[in-house]
């Protein structure tokens, strides 16, 4: 906030002037010495004072100084005469003050009516300052001697802040789109537009509809990314982003490869391009089955700066057995698009080999020959000896096996081809075809542990024993662990435990508990009744009426803390016997631990997996030093635990059992 220094109003030059008159007076007296004994004027000062107070702001325009002297004098000599004293009188100065707001070019009057703006001795306050609020103040001081002016500039501003709407848009290639840049704040110097962090260029498509709208009539596929929107001022810049995507776009192939003739040798490069949202994936077939994998035969694939998937076959010194129908499908959530076309090489034919073919009881299934070599004068399908078709559901066209509305009994079983040239050199491969069948309304039970192959088993049951092989694509929800931790300050001989609880994630779970990375391995505590001649530290129990011999005798009482002291001992010799892993369902498993150990200090960490993830959570558990074992005595029957951390040996006699 900006405010202008203001000039005092001095009264220098008034006093000027009656310093003149008075040469005036002594002009029309004798030429006697004249002595100015004290002459005091008052000044008034004109100050500009800014105070802020919360939001208010308070403008001091004017003070007045009072005069020091109650009386100012003036004595004159006229030669020999007597001296003449004139006296002037103490005297007040009033100042008329009034604030005025300097609003397009015109003062406007501020009235201390709206509680908006107050006035009070001189000073002008801005209740709750606004935008609005911004501009020059001016304050006027007057009385009988005349006026002077003040002017203030207030400038006031507020944090910038940005937003483009909507946040994330999807288009549809061709179709428009607009995004709105909402600012807030003052002042606003400028604002502009930036597209992937690069000035946005408003030319052609892309177009200002206002300062804070901008459209793209038709949307193409270097529009999308990410918009920001840059609003500054002398103080602070701001921002806000927005995101366009194009909507989902089926694959297209924007470049094809053609058919090919040559001579066996050279090296030769088929191309597939395709376009499409999202970016789409390319794939090659050989007559309908996988590429041969070999040294010489490599697949490229790159995707350029505007989403475009390239893909290349290289095949260096091309053989016979090279030649084939290729195929390239561009493929992604949206759709796919294929493009097939033949590369022919000079030779005798050649027939690859073929894997089993599995087919669907109802449908079409259709069997390329995969066949190389050039030129091919014939190519025959067999089954069983028997040249097909052999009825209405078959057919045999360019090499290619159709059959229609597969039927188990009828289709299934072991298919010959045999390519041949006109010189009755031949080439054949067998293949078997499996027909899968289920019944119409058959419902199957599928167990997913990936994407492989799974065996289903139908109900009802199908007409044969035999095992089907179907492949199934499962979406498997990744395991979300709902954070937990140890309590705090746990000391040795305390209990604790958490839980693991998996809040999301498909079945099944597996959990692994670990401490320090390392899987734990848990003896569980199990409780039994104490009556064998000897035990050991893992019996627990409850002995009543037993003997406790020490250093100064025995006392009668009851032992059950001994044997529970003997627990603890076993457990500060080996930690793992105190930890205790259960699963509590299938989406919880808790860890305890009955008696902590210094060695039980770490980090304990539970790892969830399953088809889709796996996920861990730690927890740190501090262990504090040894607590004072607390000793409780009775009136009658006395008992003192000793905790000692010894290995306690039981023996027991037909009327007492005593622990040595």
Known sequence: MDVNDVDEIDDDDDDD??????????????????????????????????????????????RCVSP????????????????????????????CRRWYYNRNQREEPIE???????????????????????????????NSEGTETLEVRLTVSAPLSVLVQPAIQTVDLGKPAHLTCSASGFPQAA???????????????????????????????????????FVRNEYETAQGIAELRLGEIAPQLVYRFIEQTMQPGPSV?????????????????????????????????????????????????VKPEDGGEYECTASSRAGDSKHSARLNIYGLPYVRPMSTVSAVAGKQLYIKCPVAGYPI???????????????????????????DTVQRAADQGIYTCTARNKHNITSQRSVE???????DQTTAQ????????????????????????????????????????????????????????????????????LKDNVPIETIRTTSREASSNRANGDSIGSLTNKSLKNGSGSKKGTAAAALAAAAAAAAAHDPRKAITIRQNDAFISALSISTIAPAHNGTYTCRVTNGAATVAHSALLHVNGKRTPLVKHWENNRCQLMFIYLKLTMVKSAENSQLI
């Not at 004068?377 to 090499?399: C, D, F």
């Open 68 to 95: 020091r002297n109650t009386c100012a004098c003036i004595e004159k000599g006229r030669g020999g005469l007597e001296n003449e004293r004139e006296t002037i009188e103490p005297h007040e100065i009033h100042f």
């Open 17 to 62: 002037d009656d310093d003149d008159d008075d040469d005036d007076d002594d002009d029309d007296n004798d030429d006697a010495d004249e002595e100015q004994l004290g002459i005091y004027f008052t000044r008034c000062l004109i100050a500009s004072v800014l105070k802020t107070t919360g939001r208010s702001i308070a403008l001091t325009a004017v």
């Open 446 to 513: 599928v167990y997913c542990l990936g994407r492989l192959d799974y065996h289903a088993t139908t109900s009802p049951q199908p007409c044969t024993n035999e095992l089907y092989v179907y492949r199934v694509v499962c979406n498997f929800l990744p395991p979300k662990i709902t954070p937990f931790s140890f309590a705090r300050d746990l000391n040795v001989g305390d209990r604790t435990s958490i839980q693991c609880v998996v809040a999301t994630g498909d079945l099944p779970l597996t959990f692994t508990w």
């Open 377 to 403: 004068e014939s190519i025959v399908w067999e089954k069983g000896n028997v040249r097909l078709p052999t009825n209405m559901r078959q057919r045999v066209a360019n090499g290619t096996l159709f059959i």
């Open 191 to 229: 604002l502009y537009w930036l597209k992937d962090g690069q000035p946005l260029r408003m030319a052609g498509r892309v177009s200002t509809v206002s300062r804070e709208r901008i459209s793209v009539t038709s949307v193409a596929r270097e529009d999308r990314g990410m918009y920001q929107c």
């Open 269 to 317: 490069s088929l191309k597939c391009s395709a376009a499409g949202n999202p970016t789409p994936q390319i794939s090659w077939l050989l007559d309908g089955f996988p590429l041969p994998q070999n040294d010489r035969l490599l697949i490229g694939q790159y995707v350029t700066v505007y989403g475009d998937v390239i893909s290349h076959v290289n095949i260096t010194s």
């Open 112 to 142: 201390d009516t709206s509680g908006h703006y107050i006035v009070r001795d001189g000073s002008l306050i801005i209740q709750g300052v606004q935008e609005n609020d911004a501009g020059s103040y001016m304050c006027i001081a007057s």
């Open 433 to 439: 075809v499996r027909v899968l069948a289920l019944r």
